[in-house]
């Protein structure tokens, strides 16, 4: 059975990841160990990880793609599983993971995603209509891997040089990448909810940078991470 490194990168992340370390640490197939890359925080989200028992890497670098490709190098586990600071996986996430990556030829998971914070029956909702997103990409053959819930092979992603250096999209290029290399699945059972402040600036901004970042353009989420 494989064993799992999760990596969370994180910046000012103090409010959302107690929550995302707890619903790690009720998992059902316990992670080996949690990175939480600090990318600069001015907050206290390093401390807050440390309390938690997690590995935290200071990442001077801005750019979650820089996070994200430091903690794939510290990572000493086969697999890694990642998720977002702001983000719940379900407690069997990791077993679901664990099954689907024991299959012989695989290089990367991904699997079902919605926001929480909102009244029902939107969660339902998001969770459909991502999931029915997802279904035409992986029929057009182009599977779309969100870094908030993705797992996978270590020794591929290296072999393929880890995360492109831009400000977004990094997940979705590694998921092709590691596409052309070996088997990819999704794995519906492994449920992430994640926060619901994707949409503070509206939904119609929220979608107009989704669709710009999976055509192709890598502009970041987060614009004051420029700053």
Request: with cysteine; proline share 4%.
């Amino acid at each position: 059975m494989p064993e799992f490194t999760v990596i969370i990168p994180a910046w000012n992340e103090a409010k959302y990841l107690p929550a995302t370390l707890r619903a790690l640490e009720r998992q059902s197939y316990a992670p080996k160990e949690v990175i939480v890359v600090d990318n600069m925080s001015r907050d206290h989200t390093g401390e807050i990880a440390r309390a938690w028992g997690a590995t935290v890497l200071l990442c001077e670098k801005k750019g979650v793609a820089y996070a994200r490709q430091m903690g794939l190098e510290a990572a000493r586990t086969d697999w890694i599983a990642t998720t977002d600071a702001d983000s719940l996986p379900i407690r069997e996430w990791l077993g679901f993971m664990n099954v689907a990556a024991s299959v012989s030829g695989r290089t990367a998971l991904y699997g079902p995603m919605r926001f929480f914070g909102l009244k029902e029956p939107y969660p339902r909702l998001t969770e459909l209509s991502y999931s029915t997103f997802l279904h035409v990409a992986r029929v057009m053959g182009k599977p779309n891997m969100g870094a908030a819930n993705m797992a996978y092979s270590r020794e591929a992603a290296l072999m393929v040089g880890g995360y492109a250096a831009v400000e977004a999209y990094e997940d979705v290029i590694l998921g092709q990448e590691l596409g052309r290399m070996g088997d990819i699945a999704y794995v519906s059972g492994a449920l992430v909810e994640t926060s619901a402040r994707r949409l503070d600036k509206g939904v119609v901004q929220f979608l107009w940078r989704h669709f710009k970042n999976v055509t192709g353009h890598t502009r970041g989420y987060f614009d004051e991470m420029r700053e």
